[in-house]
């Protein structure tokens, strides 16, 4: 299993309507490291659930239940999407600048590339926010 981070802006979508929603299409990525992620995102894989801009903070984890097909929102065949559901919200949302405070996670994406809206997580990674969640 590999792990991830998709980040959305809660006033476009946020955890609560992915719960609400079920699942939905992560699509409209238009960045060529972010697009190498959901191509490489498997059925099954887990991704943290990242509020950008408002929030700035880890509040759910995700899972991916279809792998990458063609983005329903263009005709251009270089862009895919992937489609999530809901797995678990975090008893306590982990902030960016918990994450930043740190130094285990100075290499962590989110970190180091904070601008790319889908990133890889490595597993000593996930395994520490967990923790920082009370997971």
Excluded: C
């Amino acid at each position: 299993m590999a792990y991830w981070l998709i980040k959305s802006e809660p006033f476009k979508y946020s955890w609560d309507q992915l719960v609400k929603d079920k699942k939905t299409v992560w699509d409209g990525v238009r960045n060529y490291a972010a697009r190498l992620n959901l191509r490489a995102m498997k059925k099954g894989d887990l991704a943290f659930f990242y509020h950008s801009n408002e929030g700035v903070e880890i509040v759910g984890i995700a899972k991916i239940v279809t792998e990458a097909f063609q983005d329903p929102t263009t005709d251009d065949d270089r862009w895919v999407a992937v489609e999530v559901a809901p797995h678990k919200k975090l008893k306590h949302p982990v902030t960016l600048a918990q994450i930043k405070a740190e130094p285990k996670l100075a290499d962590m994406d989110l970190v180091r590339l904070g601008r790319l809206s889908t990133q890889s997580v490595k597993p000593e990674e996930w395994e520490l926010v967990l923790k920082m969640a009370g997971e």
